[in-house]
């Protein structure tokens, strides 16, 4: 095999961010842009020969050129087998499955998630490690390292293969196998889920429901499970087709980007269960008829009714939610008595605690929520359990979701995105907040007394690892919070996240909506943090 060194300079932008290196597709189009990203991880990684390699993504613009080019790199260095989903497709959690169930090595997964695609879109890498999960803090910063003093990268020179047709290939030594995207996906489905009983509700006839695949990775994984297993009338999936700029939208499965979806879920006509996930797979929206299921929302539910799903009949280790995810699944895990985690945004922080056996669930308010079945947060597994718990309890998404209110209080909780701000502003609003942390105790905005403040900061109770200024959390004497953070996730600017809750005992007032609910709370927000005032906007950009 003739294996080519290229002489390269470094890129001082190659810091991973939340989930994975997210660019601009311009960015990575740039000469030897991908090529040193990947290079920095190969050298990460050390020796390479002999190993397997998992490979694949959410289809977007650019996905199939940089295949070509990372096989015919992982072949430079030596990797034995490299698995490729057909056509260069794997969402990120049958990537996260297939990694785990072929004993490999890593996977690369191609993807800047629910950003969108195409030639002015995003484009993303990520590297997730043996146990299926996204590589750790470590990784991340020494890829990082890596790639800041780098001279050359090596690659291997050979034809492009065929991404399209199921069997083995070579690259010089190397084998390629191209695998069905879904099988392995579908099979560990089977295993956690009653399809008998999902398939009973689909034929009853008192089931209606769509999912939203939205143009992205998920729609050949609904339409394999949902319509050709579980026999759900075919139409069910929309938007089932991944196109490279996913037919010109925002893959993000929110009331704003899935609105498709949303106006299906009211009205005389509208359907008893609707759900979207996002590019690659990850995300999902859950929602009932006329009701809206908080993300937060849903992981406590999952937790609370988790024994009823064949998968999780033993019960739960312990669960674990983001620090910006509402208290919710908490007060589940204080009723199971169970343990319960709070780590900082990103599904990397819970790989630990799942390897360690301390947790069974998790879950983000960033529309994620997964399990101990693999080590990426899963959008579709999410729905299927939703569908499970429908079909066991013969009732409505509303009123399971009220019952839980009842039973536990409900958290109400928002978040008021304003994105792309100028960077300077985005920082200069967090340096304000730090600044002024230790005068907060104890002084009163209106209703909301503020108890405590801090700058939150994790230490992880599997490696003893240490990880700070994760966001600003406020409590309040009223059982309030409130969190600001900057988004690790965006690509232009800075975006500002803030995160509202109250808790709320009382089931007489569990009716509100959100926003009313809040209203005063999101005011003490903007008194706190002036975004409005400092950016001149005078609304968020998405609220969910
Ligand atoms: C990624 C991470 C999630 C995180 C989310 C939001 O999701 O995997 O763990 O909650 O970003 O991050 P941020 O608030 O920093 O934008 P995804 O679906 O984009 O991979």
Known sequence: MNIQTISTTPF???????????????????????????????????DCRGKTLVLGGDGRYLNRQAIQIILKMAAAHGFATVLVGQGGLLSTPAASCIIRRYQAYGG?????????????????????????????????EAFYARSRNLTEYRIARADDVDLDILGEQRIGEMTLRIIDPVDDYARLMQELFDFDRIRALFQSGRFTMRFDAMHA????????????????????????????????????????HAHDLAEL????????????????????????????VTPSDSLAVLAANAHHLPGYRAGLAGVARSMPTSRAADRVAGHLGIESFETPTGWKFFGNLLDAG????????????????????DGLWAVLFWINLLAEKRTSVAEIVREHWRRFGRDYYTRHDYEALDAAIGQQIMDRLVGQLERLPGQSFGNYKVVSADDFSYRDPVDNSYTEHQGIRLFFENDSRIVFRLSGT???????????????????????????ALKEAIDVAEALCKVKALSGRSRPDVIT
């Open 108 to 140: 690369i997964i191609l993807s800047a998630s629910h950003n969108p695609g195409g030639p002015e879109g995003d484009f993303g890498l990520k590297y997730n490690a043996s146990n299926g999960g996204p590589a750790p803090e470590q990784l991340t």
């Open 358 to 377: 301390r947790i069974t669930l998790c879950g983000e308010e960033s529309f994620g929520t997964g399990s101990n079945h693999v080590r990426e947060k």
């Open 265 to 292: 879920m009211y009205g005389p006509s509208a359907l008893s269960f609707g759900a979207a996930s996002d590019g690659d797979g990850d995300r999902n929206m859950v929602m009932g008829r006329e009701f809206f």
């Open 490 to 516: 965006g690509t232009e600017g800075a975006t500002l996240r803030i995160y509202i809750e109250r808790f709320e005992p009382d089931p007489e007032n569990h009716g509100f909506d959100p926003q009313d």
């Open 217 to 256: 990775i998920t729609g050949p994984y609904a339409k394999r499970i949902l319509e050709e297993q579980l026999g759900a009338p075919s139409g069910t999936v929309m938007n089932g087709v991944p196109l490279e700029d996913f037919g010109g939208g925002h893959p993000d499965p929110n009331l704003v």
């Open 12 to 46: 001082d932008d190659q810091k991973p961010g939340t989930s994975g290196l997210r660019k601009k597709v311009a960015v990575f189009e740039r000469n030897h842009y991908l090529e040193n990203f990947v290079q920095a991880i190969f050298n990460t990684l050390g």
